[in-house]
């Protein structure tokens, strides 16, 4: 079983590979959408209104994530220190699903898995991959697909990319690089060529 990591700028085109990736076999472990769900088990969601009060919980008891997002995604100082205690609250509960995801995999026999988490190289969880793939998308692109498709401002945009590690550091840590501009004939042959190698 291989695991694959894929990383890249806010916006870069990951979800539009991945889909390739599942069309080629593997299975997918959406780490962000898996976050949205932590973030509300019983134990999380008291620490987090311990730390940022009731306001952050919406009426249907459910942890608000756009006010947690401003709160944590300012790029100062003081929102880098608030970001680090949400990690340091959701990361452990996630990689424990992730290894529960590896397990179900091994017992199904999926041979490629995709790791798609956005802090992948942060978290350090590059280790537990066999290879991490780099979306290479111009940031000019990636700002206006952010604003687009998410509806985030320029401000929003350029204080989440603050948020994690410099594109060229990302893709210095990767061992593959995948365009984020292709045309889906030439993702899909780039795809097949990138998983016989690895």
């Known amino acids: 079983m291989k695991v694959i990591g894929i990383v890249g700028g806010i916006a870069s085109g990951k979800s539009f590979y991945t889909d390739i990736f599942e069309s080629e076999g593997a299975v997918t472990f959406k780490a962000d959408e898996v976050a949205h769900d932590v973030l509300n088990e019983r134990t999380i969601k008291e620490k987090i209104r311990q ?17 947690l997002a401003q709160i944590v995604f300012q790029g100062t100082e003081d929102s880098d220190m608030e970001r680090l205690y949400l ?20 017992s199904n026999d999926v041979y490629y898995i995709i790791l798609d988490a956005a802090m992948l190289l942060e978290a350090s969880w590059d280790k537990m991959c066999d290879a991490i793939v780099f979306i290479d998308t111009p ?46 004939e030439d ?10 190698r690895v």
Do not use: H, M
């Open 187 to 196: 993702a899909v042959k780039a795809v097949e060529e990138l998983l016989k």
């Open 87 to 106: 990690e340091s609250l959701i990361y452990p509960p996630l990689k424990k699903r992730f290894e529960r995801f590896l397990d179900e995999c091994e």
């Open 139 to 184: 940031e000019e692109i990636r700002l206006e697909r952010a604003k687009t498709t998410r509806g985030w401002t320029e401000a929003e945009f350029r204080a989440r990319e603050a948020s994690q590690f410099s594109i060229k550091k990302k893709k210095k840590r990767c061992q593959f690089t995948l365009d984020g501009l292709a045309k889906k």
């Open 51 to 67: 730390r940022w009060g009731d306001e952050i919980i919406n009426d249907n008891g459910t942890v608000n994530r756009p006010k």
